[in-house]
């Protein structure tokens, strides 16, 4: 399984981007796509995540700003974020777990993409 993100960027505070990641490859069944962010110096933390049926959680950091949504069909998760401040910045790492043909479970990450908020 591959997971291509972008979207990321340099963006003012009270901007808004779009993160988006695509899945591929032997994926079969997919279960939970998720988002984690990991700045400087700090561990890597879930931001917000979705399942297949579209439940979905968030950091109590971003409620309200964020937005997780997923194109099933397209094996893409997405990320909306909105009202952006400067403790946002980090590198965005999308996740995805899933069960592959024989029924074993799996988790991938993608490569990451940086988010900067700064005037």
């Known amino acids: 399984v591959q997971l291509q993100a972008s979207g990321g960027g340099l963006v003012e505070p009270g901007g808004s981007l779009r993160l988006s990641c695509a899945a591929s490859g032997s994926i079969y069944r997919i279960n939970t796509m998720g988002w984690y962010r990991q700045a400087p110096g700090e561990q890597r933390e879930l931001v917000a995540a979705?399942?297949?049926?579209?439940?979905?959680n968030y950091a109590d950091s971003v409620k309200g700003r964020f937005t997780i949504s997923r194109d099933n069909a397209k094996n893409t998760v997405y990320l909306h974020m909105n009202s952006l401040k400067p403790e946002d910045t980090a590198v965005y790492y999308c996740?995805?777990?899933?069960?592959?043909?024989?029924?074993?479970?799996?988790?991938?990450w993608g490569q990451g993409t940086q988010v900067t908020v700064s005037s």
């Open positions: 996740k995805t777990v899933g069960t592959n043909g024989y029924g074993y479970p799996y988790q991938y």
């Open positions: 979705i399942t297949s049926g579209g439940s979905a």
